[in-house]
């Protein structure tokens, strides 16, 4: 009977896991990290202040004068758990223990894929079971500003165009840049092949320095003609609060069930967000 799988095999399976899923990972980009919390904590409760007035400037020192009676809105968000299940087949792992040769890790490396692609579908968008009733809100479904004028991307300086656009909504609740984007394959491509009339420069470089020192980024689990701009940096606006970040668990089966090495891919997250002011949506591009 072949030995259990050895800390080196399993660490190269971890190892593959990890770098595929952080190839594709667009969306923990976009926010800082709170955790890990632990494979055991199942919900995060927290506060969301709707209301703050501006500070005051006194002469004389009134450390009451300036408080706010504001309206505390305690969330509880579940956290749920993310997996995809694989196989390794039994003489792929024979193969690496007699003669050294590397696992074929193609479909751990396959589940670490789309483990990563519905963390980013969660962040960027929510999570409805139904398809239609968010259960988790992703920061397009909690934005609390929209930009909606018609600006289509594939038309060169419409891309500039609608940033500032959207720039003068966030600096109206005084977000301030830098900021992220994010936006649909589709309207990315557009930018990134529009070269501005008598300048030589892509309309893309053009956008992102008008951000103010943020990213561009695409990604499907946005709608195509959407997107999203977003505060940049750790601002106290929202965060990625993880359970569990992406992990492999692995067991070797039983000879009836063929002595495949069967695994399971899986993180626990879920996205906050208290200041729904420090998202916007864009639409009709």
């Not at 955790?35 to 969301?48: A, I, M, N, R, Y």
């Not at 501006?54 to 450390?63: G, H, L, S």
């Not at 020192?213 to 999203?228: D, N, R």
Request: aromatic fraction near 8%; include cysteine; proline fraction near 4%.
């Amino acid at each position: 009977m072949d030995a259990p799988i050895t800390d080196e095999q399993y660490k190269e399976i971890d190892g593959a896991v990890k770098l595929s899923a952080r190839q594709a990972m667009i969306g923990r980009r976009l926010m800082p990290i709170y955790g890990p919390l632990g494979f055991g904590k199942q919900s995060v409760t927290f506060d969301v202040v709707t209301e703050v007035g501006d500070a005051e400037v006194n002469f004389a020192w009134r450390p009451g004068a300036s408080e706010d009676i504001v309206n505390l809105t305690r969330t509880t968000k579940a956290i749920p758990v993310i997996q995809k299940a694989f196989r390794i087949n039994a003489r792929s792992l024979a193969s690496s223990r007699t003669v050294g040769t590397p696992i074929d890790t193609v479909t751990a490396r396959s589940a670490a894929y789309k483990v990563a692609k519905q963390e980013d579908a969660i962040i960027l968008d929510g999570y409805a079971a139904d398809g239609s009733n968010y259960d988790v809100d992703g920061l397009y479904q909690a934005a609390g500003n929209t930009e909606g004028t018609a600006e289509d991307f594939g038309t060169a300086t419409n891309g500039v165009a609608k940033m500032g656009l959207a720039m003068a909504v966030m600096r109206t609740d005084s977000i301030f840049p830098p900021y992220n984007v994010v936006l649909h394959p589709t309207q990315y491509g557009e930018i990134v092949n529009h070269v501005l009339t008598n300048t030589a420069v892509l309309e893309r470089v053009v956008m992102e320095q008008q951000i103010g020192g943020g990213v561009i980024l695409e990604s499907p689990s946005l709608t195509a003609a959407t997107g999203l701009m977003l505060a940049a940096g750790d601002r106290g606006y929202f965060d990625l609060a993880v359970g569990v970040d992406i992990t492999t668990e692995v067991e070797e089966l039983s000879l009836r069930e063929g002595r495949d090495l069967f695994g399971v891919v899986y993180e626990c997250l879920v996205p906050r967000i208290w200041e729904t002011n420090g998202v916007c949506t864009l639409t009709s591009i």
